[in-house]
């Protein structure tokens, strides 16, 4: 008897249909010792839990008002800003160096020859273009080293535009043929902000306990 009753005093705790009359139930509750202690200690079992307050957003800003905090977020910051600058003149530098092989590669191999330098003149322009396109290359490839071909593009790319204008002013060359001195002189501001950017100091994470 005990058993049915518990049984459907569990089901009526649940929000299911118990299969006995209510009255019934608590009548029997009422004189059985068993049945009501079963049924107290039932209660408390189907108490719901009580929600912790969400605490989230007091931790959080508790966090962001820590300097240490603070100062480290700024440094990651800092540090993945200056990473996207790195990778835009990387791919920069390194597209300013394939145009460069593809203005001088043809000239190696014989192709649209100038006749203004002739065969053998322009090779060697040529080969020369080559060695600095790979440079440039090797430059986008490994951007700390950036830094040490900074002065040879610089002063290339200044001889460069001072020969191109002079020739240009005395009418012996044309804007064309000076086309590939333009692209020395992209590179070399490009190659000049890639090594300023490898001089910045990438921000390490600090270490707790630490200054």
Known sequence: MCEDVQAALSARLDGEPPGRDDAVLDQHVAGCVACATWLAGARELTVPAVQPPDLTDRIM??????????????????????????????????????????????????????????????????????????????????????????????????????????????????????????VAVVQAGLLWALGRGS???VPRPRVAGTR
């Open 199 to 201: 001089r910045v100091p």
């Open 61 to 182: 800003a508790a966090v962001r008002a820590d300097p240490l905090v603070a100062a480290e977020t700024a440094r990651r910051l800092a540090a993945a800003e200056a990473y996207a600058r790195r990778q835009v003149l990387r791919i920069a530098v390194a597209l300013a160096a394939l145009v460069q092989l593809a203005l001088a590669v043809p000239t190696l191999v014989g192709l649209f020859l100038s006749t203004e330098l002739g065969p053998h003149a322009g090779r060697e322009m040529a080969s020369f273009d080559v060695a600095v396109a790979v440079g440039f290359l090797a430059a986008a490839y490994r951007p700390d080293r950036a830094r040490a071909f900074v002065p040879v593009a610089l002063v290339l790319a200044a001889l460069l535009a001072t020969t191109s204008g002079i020739d240009l002013a005395r009418g012996v060359t044309t804007i064309g043929h000076e086309f590939g001195h333009l």
